[in-house]
């Protein structure tokens, strides 16, 4: 598959690690050129520097014809537009996007966006983590 | 009762706007994150300022924005003027928004997904300055996103095509209408007996899209194919 990520911090990084390793094709975009270090030295794919609304860098790093676009900088807003560039603009088939607020994650999300949210994440497994514990459900 | 006007973000434009909107009677809340700009606004707007950020939807619904007549984003950032704008109108069904755009480059995104209207003031200053120091033969002027028109300006040379034809033997087609001639410093109202010259400037309203039609059928060098 040909991968875009955007935003290569720990999760963006570690995904372009994931998906470099099995063999796809994927390309980086971040703002800070020193996030390259980020990758392992025997990263093959590309990193572009640029920030995500950047729709001319986004067409550079490959974003028309790519499978996927996951995108997880640091900033929601960021996220929440450069992956409605990704779906609207360049069609790609599979967006994942990060966004940390709960609200305007599932706000986003009921209007079709692929959304993970850390936030609504670690509250839901700890709360699971406390059920498993006591061996019963807690609400 | 007056209307509602919901500015987010209190720089600069936001500040100076929620004062004039003040001054002219309508309701103001303005919304600043930053501690330092809102202590400012605080004191002036006492408790028309609101504190947070206003792309989360908390501090949105603080400043009232289910009644909000009008929000507008003029933010330094343009994500968040977007993700305000799609807020207030697809989540809250807020009838009126006006997004500022501080890159021109990002344009085309706020266009993109449906974030009208928009003002930019870099690009309003350039347009100025091409207006008046013209490098190129086409200038826009202005446009009408929704009915799909646009007032452009078409600068004629010695060379163009149309120099030195009558109005009426110009191949003008339906869509395309010259409405204004600006010669030497008057303004010359067109008919079928006027013929163009170097350094006019036609003033020329024509469909969205079509401009480049324009500058081809009266601006183009005579030696250039069409």
Redesign the interface.
């Known amino acids: 598959m040909r991968i875009l990520i955007v935003g290569c911090g720990r999760v963006g990084s570690s995904l372009a690690t994931l998906y470099d390793k099995s063999g796809h094709e994927v390309n980086v975009v971040d703002e800070d050129e020193d996030a390259v270090h980020r990758l392992e030295p025997e990263f093959h794919g590309g990193f572009f520097k640029g920030v995500g609304?950047?729709?001319?860098v986004l067409r550079e790093a490959g974003t028309e014809g790519a499978d996927v676009c996951l995108v997880a900088t640091d900033?929601?807003?960021?996220n929440?537009?450069v992956a409605?560039?990704a779906r609207?603009?360049f069609h790609v088939p599979c967006v994942v996007v990060r966004v940390f607020?709960p609200?305007?994650a599932k706000?986003f999300e009921a209007?079709g966006l692929r959304v993970v949210c850390p936030v609504a994440l670690t509250a839901d497994l700890m709360h699971q983590a406390v059920s498993d514990f006591r061996g019963e459900d807690i609400e | 009762m007056n209307p509602f006007i919901l500015v987010v973000g209190g720089g600069k434009v936001g500040a100076n706007l929620s004062r004039e909107l003040l001054a002219n009677d309508f309701e103001v809340v303005v919304i600043e994150q930053n501690p330092r700009k809102h202590a400012a606004l605080e004191k002036e707007f006492e408790q028309a300022a609101i504190m947070g950020d206003g792309t989360e939807v908390s501090v949105l619904e603080k400043a009232g924005i289910a009644r909000a007549d009008y929000v507008i984003a003029v933010t330094g950032d343009d994500e968040d003027n977007i993700i305000i704008s799609q807020l207030a109108t697809e989540k809250y069904g807020v009838k009126n928004i006006i997004a500022r755009v501080n890159n021109p480059s990002n344009q085309q995104t706020f266009d993109m997904l449906g974030v009208r209207p928009t003002v930019s003031s870099v690009r309003t200053i350039l347009s100025m300055v091409e207006h008046r120091l013209p490098h190129q033969r086409l200038l826009s002027l202005l446009s009408f996103e929704e009915e799909n028109i646009q007032v452009v300006e078409v600068i004629l040379s010695e060379n163009s095509v149309g120099v030195g034809k009558k109005l009426r033997d110009l191949p003008l087609p339906q869509g395309i209408l010259l409405v204004l001639i600006l010669r030497e410093h008057e303004s010359v109202i067109p008919h079928g007996d006027i013929d163009l010259r170097p350094e006019d400037h036609l003033i020329i309203v024509t469909e969205e899209g079509r401009e480049d039609e324009v500058c081809d059928l009266i601006a183009r060098d005579r030696d250039e194919q069409s």
Do not use: A, K, M, S
């Open positions: 609304l950047d729709v001319g900033g929601d807003n960021t929440l537009v409605q560039i609207e603009q607020d609200n305007r706000f209007r």
